[in-house]
């Protein structure tokens, strides 16, 4: 399994981002999608999941009623929409699969290369 982020870029604290993820695999729909990013100097943390169906997601306290985490599995698709954003939002973002509705980084199998998003004061 491929994972490719994008939409990441410089946006101004209160404004909104949606990052994308494709995968290229046959059999995206078995998987369960995260989210994770990772500050300079900091360990990556958990941010979103969403479970194979769509039906049920998880959301890290910090991002709860900002972030909303999506997917389309006929396009084989991630998403990841951001609004009211914080300048302690400013990371890498990662989307990574996984077999279980997982919140921890050692649960994943496949994971991107990540997609920076800034968060200017």
């Known amino acids: 399994v491929q994972l490719e982020e994008s939409g990441g870029g410089l946006v101004q604290t209160g404004g909104s981002l949606r990052l994308s993820c494709a995968a290229s695999t046959q059999t995206f729909s078995s998987y369960d999608m995260g989210w994770f990013r990772q500050a300079p100097a900091k360990e990556r943390e958990f941010v979103a999941v969403i479970s194979w169906s769509g039906g049920r997601t998880l959301y890290a306290d910090s991002v709860k009623g900002r972030f909303t985490i999506a997917r389309d599995n006929n396009k084989n698709m991630v998403y990841l929409h951001m609004s009211s954003l914080k300048p302690e939002d400013t990371a890498v973002y990662y989307c990574?699969?996984?077999?279980?509705?997982?919140?921890?980084?050692?649960?994943?199998?496949?994971w991107g290369q990540g997609t920076q998003v800034t968060v200017s004061s």
């Open positions: 990574a699969a996984a077999t279980a509705l997982a919140t921890e980084e050692v649960d994943y199998d496949y």
